[in-house]
């Protein structure tokens, strides 16, 4: 049972790289071009240090690799996440339990950390500060999941007292009020350096949220399409029961 969970969830994943990889190219790509080009352009009299990997086989190989292997590691993860929920969220079907799962998972792990933290093009910032922004950004993931984790556990239990509408707003409007805190008490260092185009800052960010979401919607989508007719087909086998 979980077996099968788990490697549907790999191969969708793979699937959500391959169309995610499609819009890295088209938007994202570009992007880290003009960014790279800003940063040899303002580092000309420093001399050029040789590149240990060509920028075509980063954008190539080396992008393909990357992406199929977070797909993968993340439609893994997602499935167990899914085994997880699947039965314990009222009555939704298994189709509805994976659109649900992709939301969350879009939001704690990406949208919460991108609102603060936003994805910032490479060879662009201060290098002395990539060990710190790393720090923070992974901290807000943290906390991310944490207070998706607990909205979703308040949710639950306020539905006999509130109706499920009614519980959805109160635990959606304590997340907001909780990463609004979060948000307010946690420092932003400045990464940028002055005079880069704004476009491209915007243009690049823009492009990697559209990344993230492509893969967390197909991901989702998928794998609550091949899931549910697989609970059709073989009820009792794939089934993933409420209490386990």
């Known amino acids: 049972m979980m077996r099968s969970l788990l490697v549907r969830g790999m191969l969708v994943g793979l699937a959500a790289a391959a169309l995610a990889l499609v819009v890295a190219w088209i938007y994202g790509e570009p992007q880290v071009g003009h960014a790279i080009a800003f940063e040899e352009a303002h580092a000309a009299h420093e001399g050029h240090e040789p590149e240990v990997v060509s920028r075509t086989v980063q954008k190539t190989a080396g992008l393909i690799t990357a992406m199929a292997v977070y797909g993968v590691a993340l439609g893994g993860l997602f499935s167990i996440a899914f085994a997880f929920a699947h039965g314990r969220l009222g009555r939704l079907g298994a189709r509805a339990t994976a659109a649900l799962v992709a939301l969350a998972g879009f939001v704690a792990i990406e949208l919460v950390p991108f609102l603060k933290y936003p994805a910032t093009p490479p060879a662009v910032g201060d290098p002395e500060t990539i060990g710190s922004r790393t720090a923070l950004y992974f901290g807000m993931v943290a906390l991310g999941v944490l207070a998706t984790t607990a909205a979703v556990i308040v949710c639950r239990r ?20 909780v990463i609004g805190l979060v948000y307010r008490l946690t420092p932003k260092p400045n990464a940028i350096p002055e005079h880069f185009p704004a476009t491209v800052l915007w243009d690049f960010r823009i492009a990697s949220l559209g990344v993230q979401l492509v893969l967390w919607a197909t991901i989702g989508l998928l794998f609550g399409y091949l899931t549910e007719r697989a609970l059709a087909h073989h009820p009792a086998r794939t089934a993933v029961p409420a209490g386990t």
Not at 158 to 166: E, F, I, M, S, T
């Open 158 to 177: 306020l539905v006999p007292r509130l109706g499920a509408w009614n519980a959805v707003i109160a635990s959606t409007a304590g997340f907001a009020v």
